[in-house]
């Protein structure tokens, strides 16, 4: 059942992302563990019931072009039977937990467009997905921007500010283009050979590229900063936070291709994105639900429940920060250190060493030693000479050899 929905491609994606919004949301709206609880039951509901209906949907109807292609698609072993039920079960359970755990009426409203969106950007005769532009702003607005505005008007209501609501509108909805984008860019193959029509067959990958990097992707970050930044203060430490996750990124990544550019297939070397895929994606998907979370268990410890219970739920996405601690232990670390030893003994210690050390050395040296040494010298050993040795030589030492020459050289000498 995992396989049918196709849970791996949006469990520690877009839902743990949904998630991170919904804590920075809680800090914003100073809601309490009892408050917030509740409404996270039913995000967390809603989330898994649509995005698991959105993709089987999409499944449904995609199936001729799947088996044209050989690209794996799970419905094809599904009767009509099942083929109707499911869609028709996870719609009930959906409105279901709006009922009984939300009922705000424009909540209601974004979840039946989100909905109909599900059906117009896939089935026949309407098929949203293959309107280059139509099928792009759509699938922005039922994968980001609805879900977004759900997840924000549950928590806050309509009292919020005009500037967030619409700076958080406008990074949403930046972020479904990118992604959506981005999708095309990877299965641009796949649907030329289907005949799939895209953004991406229609106007060819260089531009949509294009767009992605230096259009949608820089407005995307600055609506993200801006937002942070009118938001309540303890979510303005997000921001000092992601410059320095942006430097680690950068490092990180680049040590990593240097170790795999040799083992990448050209198809993942084109299709890699840093900007979106680590600097913005990698970044909503793990590490802001984490630093919200630990945000939120400082300002009440009853949150550490539901960090437990995130840690639990999307394990994969903690477990992969011992990727980045092994990174950053055995290598950026390790650089910084040997960074920091070098310039520290170029520009500190071997300047400070010949400079200060060095007239120290110096002075001990010619100041102290050697006039204490030559001191030593002439006062001990010249007065020894003087009285001891050179007495002792003139005196003893030429007795004893007047002595040996005249007492007993000589005399022998004559009797030879």
């Excluded at 799939?196 to 407005?219: C, E, L, Q």
């Excluded at 979510?235 to 490092?251: C, G, K, S, T």
């Excluded at 429940?305 to 477990?319: A, D, G, K, P």
């Excluded at 006062?379 to 000479?385: A, F, K, L, R, T």
Aim: glycine share 4%; net charge positive.
């Amino acid at each position: 059942m995992k396989s049918w929905f196709r849970i791996s491609e949006w469990w520690n994606s877009k839902i743990v992302a949904l998630i991170g919004i919904a804590y920075c949301f809680a800090i914003q709206g100073d809601l309490s563990f009892g408050e917030f609880l509740p409404i996270l039951a039913f995000l967390f509901i809603w989330m898994v019931l649509s995005a698991a209906l959105g993709y089987y949907i999409n499944d449904l109807f995609d199936l001729k072009q799947d088996l044209e292609v050989q690209k794996e698609n799970h419905s094809k072993h599904h009767s009509l039977m099942q083929r109707v039920l499911f869609p028709v079960l996870f719609i009930a359970g959906i409105l279901s937990a709006w009922f009984f755990l939300n009922g705000n009426n424009i909540v209601l409203v974004f979840i039946l467009l989100q909905l109909l969106l599900f059906f117009f950007y896939s089935i026949p005769f309407i098929r949203l997905k293959e309107k280059p532009i139509i099928g792009v702003v759509a699938d922005a607005l039922y994968a980001h921007l609805f879900p977004g505005l759900i997840v924000l008007i549950s928590i806050m209501g309509t009292g919020t500010k005009p500037m967030v609501f619409l700076f958080f509108c406008l990074w949403q909805t930046a972020i479904g283009i990118r992604n959506i984008l981005a999708h095309h860019l990877v299965d641009f193959n796949n649907d030329s050979n289907s005949g799939t029509v895209t953004s991406a067959t229609y106007y060819g990958k260089p531009r949509i590229k294009d767009v992605m990097n230096f259009i949608v992707s820089p407005i995307e970050l600055i609506s993200f900063i801006i937002l942070l930044a009118i938001l309540n203060f303890p979510l303005f430490w997000i921001i000092p936070f992601y410059i320095i996750y942006i430097i680690f990124a950068y490092n990180r990544e680049l040590v990593f291709l240097k170790q795999n550019k040799t083992s990448w297939s050209f198809e993942l070397q084109e299709n890699y994105n840093f900007i979106g895929g680590v600097l913005l994606n990698e970044f909503y998907e793990k590490w802001m639900p984490a630093v919200v979370l630990i945000i939120l268990c400082f300002i009440n410890p009853f949150f550490i429940i539901i960090s437990i219970l995130h840690c639990i739920l999307f394990f994969n996405t903690v477990v992969d920060f011992k990727k980045d601690y092994m990174i950053v232990k055995n290598i950026i670390l390790s650089q910084m250190y040997w960074w920091f030893v070098g310039h520290f003994y170029t520009y500190f210690l071997h300047p400070v060493y010949y400079t200060f050390f060095g007239n120290v050395k110096h002075f001990i040296y010619w100041k102290i030693y050697a006039q204490v040494k030559d001191f030593l010298y002439w006062q001990v050993y010249g007065n020894m000479y003087h009285k001891f040795f050179r007495y002792w030589y003139y005196n003893w030492y030429g007795k004893l050899k007047h002595f040996l020459y005249w007492k007993i050289y000589k005399p022998l000498n004559k009797k030879n």
